[in-house]
């Protein structure tokens, strides 16, 4: 399945540099460890489990699973019966044991430039051990789930790892999705308590995350589950002796007009809890399959899915990734542009650099704030060794030319990586080459919030790359390509991406619902997961992700079901129908073409449009916002009435070629559709 050598030809080779030190050294060495890792994980990932603290060891096999519907459950265990506890992993240890205590865990960066300040492994243990007690307080104990909405600041690493010291399970929001998202997410994993943040600034714009939080509690009370507590952070309106660890006065992020609206029977300070707290706490002991944090992710049916992790296999997992795909070396200065509200932010930003006991920046703002230059500033600025965005961002930053890059020297930058969605070769190149100057590979790094970390991805010093490809598999990784009838392709093909064994990272269920677990990734393929993605497999044996094959879409690496904004365009009593499709975008990737039909007497107008842009923004967030909306008075349907998307994406994208339309019921429809095309985004 992976070539015996190397390819010598139309590849970028990873430095001669890096090859010296690497924990992957060359290709051979690879594909040696590869095959050891599928053939005995139980050794392979045994070994691991070394480098970690395990109060019990596990009693069963290492991992323990069922992938086939026919037989039974299905079911992913990694050393149960092992105990442990991921923050005494991620901070005892490296304070005690490693003699990590005094190394900086977290650089953070504000949204303003020269907003800064640092945290070391031993304030943050500190400071983890206080909030758990604060937790441990409001009454939160061991299996509890408890919401987390807010903005990139350390607090937010001190929340998580709180929870996990304790045994509770940690929902983190994205602070861009909107009250109702938070609403919907709190309902559905039953959290007890919200954590959130007065308000942040992204760029210029103020986010009112207590008036957001507010509004979320208010529904949840209004649909009979009243959130009992919510404790806020000052971030903006921290009086100066509560800030920890600044190296900077925090003037420019002071914000007097902020609105903060305050329930005495619900709301609690973060700071004045802080206060007395102990910081001395007793890590709980977790069997290794005790659940340690869910995240949703869109699900095809436009209800987002509970993706539940737990303990000690996405500890492992997330650890091994971090250190073999970038390398990790203890001077390193690591950077992951992502938000921890996804899952780039809690494996590759939390998790995973932790373990290791390594370094990171934690950057609140945006690429383009004050400028495009931004980036490239914080490279230089903290000696970045590791980069890690999203293809979106490079793409974007691209289209400013190389003069704000060129402005920085990043002679710090040793390796680029990329997620979130395939990246276009023109894109790779310029990463390579210009932000890169042709010393740093870069690793395209295929993976899901299902699957915890990596899957398919280049090691920086072992893959000879191709851009636009991400790749082989990662260690204890299967990949196959099936096509429509199940069968596995040998050779260069295209068809699904699916896996044929678990690793230790993937997920477990879907929260609160097995079943939904079941029949979204084990059901089409019996014996299989199946990730939703198209893969094509080349002559070297290279995979090349080609995108979705769902009713999903990605829009700037983030996932959206076509359904979830239907249905929030749906609730606008203007609308009686909507068809939402994906339309490819130079820097987003893709963007959202939304059909919508009105009701009888309604006319369309751009107030009516503006309106219809707000329902989505409010009812899933900003990210969700449709590009283009088209006044569609007829769908084009099948006689059974199933609206026809792959006649609605040609029109979309204005191309004339439809292919066999014979199923359509009426197909005047289509005539009429593209004479009102959107030509311009609203
Ligand atoms: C897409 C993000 C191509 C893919 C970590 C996947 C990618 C979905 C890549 C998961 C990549 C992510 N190349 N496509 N390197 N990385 N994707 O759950 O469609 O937010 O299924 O996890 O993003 O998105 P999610």
């Given at each position: 399945?992976?070539?015996?050598?190397?390819?010598?030809?139309?590849?970028?080779?990873?430095?001669?540099?890096?090859?010296?030190?690497?924990?992957?050294?060359?290709?051979?060495?690879?594909?040696?460890?590869?095959?050891?890792?599928?053939?005995?994980?139980?050794?392979?990932?045994?070994?691991?489990?070394?480098?970690?603290?395990?109060?019990?060891?596990?009693?069963?096999?290492?991992?323990?699973?069922?992938?086939?519907?026919?037989?039974?459950?299905?079911?992913?265990?990694?050393?149960?019966?092992?105990?442990?506890?991921?923050?005494?992993?991620?901070?005892?240890?490296?304070?005690?044991?490693?003699?990590?205590?005094?190394?900086?865990?977290?650089?953070?960066?504000?949204?303003?430039?020269?907003?800064?300040?640092?945290?070391?492994?031993?304030?943050?243990?500190?400071?983890?051990?206080?909030?758990?007690?604060?937790?441990?307080?409001?009454?939160?104990?061991?299996?509890?789930?408890?919401?987390?909405?807010?903005?990139?600041?350390?607090?937010?690493?001190?929340?998580?790892?709180?929870?996990?010291?304790?045994?509770?399970?940690?929902?983190?929001?994205?602070?861009?999705?909107?009250?109702?998202?938070?609403?919907?997410?709190?309902?559905?994993?039953?959290?007890?308590?919200?954590?959130?943040?007065?308000?942040?600034?992204?760029?210029?714009?103020?986010?009112?995350?207590?008036?957001?939080?507010?509004?979320?509690?208010?529904?949840?009370?209004?649909?009979?589950?009243?959130?009992?507590?919510?404790?806020?952070?000052?971030?903006?309106?921290?009086?100066?002796?509560?800030?920890?660890?600044?190296?900077?006065?925090?003037?420019?992020?002071?914000?007097?007009?902020?609105?903060?609206?305050?329930?005495?029977?619900?709301?609690?300070?973060?700071?004045?809890?802080?206060?007395?707290?102990?910081?001395?706490?007793?890590?709980?002991?977790?069997?290794?399959?005790?659940?340690?944090?869910?995240?949703?992710?869109s699900?095809?049916?436009?209800?987002?899915?509970?993706?539940?992790?737990?303990?000690?296999?996405?500890?492992?997992?997330?650890?091994?990734?971090?250190?073999?795909?970038?390398?990790?070396?203890?001077?390193?200065?690591?950077?992951?542009?992502?938000?921890?509200?996804?899952?780039?932010?809690?494996?590759?930003?939390?998790?995973?650099?932790?373990?290791?006991?390594?370094?990171?920046?934690?950057?609140?703002?945006?690429?383009?704030?004050?400028?495009?230059?931004?980036?490239?500033?914080?490279?230089?600025?903290?000696?970045?060794?590791?980069?890690?965005?999203?293809p979106t961002?490079?793409r974007l930053?691209?289209?400013?030319?190389?003069?704000?890059?060129?402005?920085?020297?990043?002679?710090?930058?040793?390796?680029?990586?990329?997620?979130?969605e395939p990246?276009n070769?023109?894109?790779?190149?310029?990463?390579?080459?210009?932000?890169?100057?042709?010393?740093?590979?870069?690793?395209?790094?295929?993976?899901?919030?299902?699957?915890?970390?990596?899957?398919?991805?280049?090691?920086?010093?072992?893959?000879?790359?191709?851009?636009?490809?991400?790749?082989?598999?990662?260690?204890?990784?299967?990949?196959?390509?099936?096509?429509?009838?199940?069968?596995?392709?040998?050779?260069?093909?295209?068809?699904?991406?699916?896996?044929?064994?678990?690793?230790?990272?993937?997920?477990?269920?879907?929260?609160?619902?097995?079943?939904?677990?079941?029949?979204?990734?084990?059901?089409?393929?019996?014996?299989?997961?199946?990730?939703?993605?198209g893969?094509?497999?080349?002559?070297?044996?290279?995979?090349?992700?080609t995108g979705r094959i769902d009713d999903m879409l990605n829009v700037s690496g983030h996932l959206l079901s076509t359904a979830e904004v239907e249905?929030a365009l749906?609730?606008?009593?203007?609308?009686?129908?909507a068809a939402v499709v994906s339309r490819p975008h130079p820097v987003k990737g893709e963007s959202l073409y939304c059909f919508v039909?009105?009701?009888?007497?309604?006319?369309?107008?751009?107030?009516?449009e503006?309106?219809l842009k707000?329902?989505v923004?409010?009812?899933?967030?900003?990210i969700a916002t449709p590009d283009y909306i088209q006044n569609a008075?007829?769908l084009p349907?099948?006689?059974?009435?199933?609206i026809m998307r792959r006649v609605l994406r040609k029109v979309a994208c204005n191309e004339k070629d439809l292919g066999?339309?014979?199923?359509?019921?009426?197909?005047?429809?289509v005539?009429?559709l593209f004479q009102n095309r959107c030509c311009t985004a609203v």
């Open positions: 399945m992976i070539p015996d050598k190397a390819p010598k030809e139309d590849v970028f080779l990873g430095s001669e540099d890096l090859k010296k030190e690497a924990h992957v050294p060359s290709f051979d060495k690879y594909k040696e460890l590869y095959i050891h890792s599928v053939e005995n994980p139980g050794e392979f990932w045994g070994d691991v489990a070394k480098d970690f603290f395990w109060r019990n060891k596990h009693t069963g096999q290492f991992l323990d699973y069922n992938f086939d519907v026919t037989k039974g459950e299905i079911f992913i265990k990694c050393m149960e019966g092992a105990t442990t506890n991921i923050c005494y992993n991620l901070l005892d240890r490296n304070v005690h044991e490693k003699k990590l205590a005094d190394k900086i865990a977290f650089l953070w960066e504000g949204n303003e430039p020269g907003d800064e300040l640092t945290v070391t492994y031993r304030e943050l243990l500190q400071r983890v051990c206080q909030f758990a007690n604060v937790l441990k307080s409001q009454g939160v104990k061991k299996g509890d789930r408890v919401s987390i909405y807010m903005p990139m600041v350390v607090e937010l690493v001190v929340a998580m790892l709180a929870c996990a010291r304790i045994g509770a399970v940690h929902s983190v929001v994205f602070a861009g999705f909107s009250a109702e998202s938070l609403c919907e997410r709190i309902i559905d994993s039953q959290c007890s308590l919200l954590i959130t943040a007065d308000g942040f600034y992204r760029g210029d714009k103020l986010i009112n995350l207590k008036l957001l939080s507010d509004e979320a509690l208010q529904k949840c009370k209004d649909k009979g589950f009243p959130v009992k507590k919510c404790i806020m952070l000052k971030h903006l309106s921290k009086e100066p002796e509560e800030i920890v660890g600044s190296r900077s006065p925090p003037a420019k992020r002071s914000c007097p007009d902020l609105e903060i609206p305050w329930n005495p029977e619900v709301d609690l300070c973060w700071h004045t809890l802080i206060k007395g707290a102990s910081d001395d706490c007793e890590p709980v002991w977790c069997d290794s399959e005790d659940p340690l944090f869910i995240l949703y992710t699900g095809s049916t436009g209800k987002p899915k509970g993706v539940l992790h737990t303990v000690s296999g996405y500890m492992l997992y997330t650890a091994i990734t971090f250190k073999l795909v970038f390398d990790y070396q203890p001077d390193d200065i690591y950077w992951c542009t992502a938000d921890i509200g996804w899952i780039t932010g809690h494996s590759y930003i939390t998790y995973g650099p932790m373990a290791l006991g390594a370094t990171s920046v934690l950057f609140e703002g945006l690429p383009t704030y004050p400028d495009v230059s931004r980036m490239w500033e914080i490279v230089d600025k903290y000696h970045v060794t590791k980069f890690y965005t999203a961002a490079i930053l691209m289209k400013f030319g190389n003069e704000p890059v060129q402005k920085y020297k990043r002679k710090s930058l040793k390796i680029l990586g990329t997620v979130g990246i070769p023109e894109a790779w190149q310029w990463y390579y080459n210009v932000v890169g100057e042709k010393r740093c590979p870069v690793v395209d790094t295929f993976w899901q919030t299902e699957t915890g970390g990596h899957v398919l991805t280049p090691l920086p010093a072992a893959t000879p790359m191709k851009p636009g490809s991400a790749t082989f598999p990662f260690f204890g990784v299967v990949p196959a390509i099936l096509n429509e009838s199940g069968e596995e392709l040998e050779g260069p093909s295209e068809g699904y991406l699916v896996f044929k064994q678990p690793w230790p990272g993937m997920m477990r269920t879907v929260y609160g619902n097995h079943q939904r677990f079941e029949t979204t990734y084990f059901k089409k393929f019996p014996g299989y997961y199946v990730t939703g993605d893969c094509r497999r080349d002559k070297d044996g290279y995979y090349w992700i249905s749906v609730e606008h009593k203007a609308v009686a129908e039909t009105l009701n009888d007497g309604v006319s369309y107008n751009q107030t009516l503006a309106e707000k329902q923004r409010e009812k899933i967030g900003a008075p007829g349907k099948t006689r059974s009435g199933k066999d339309i014979s199923t359509l019921a009426d197909s005047s429809v005539e009429q």
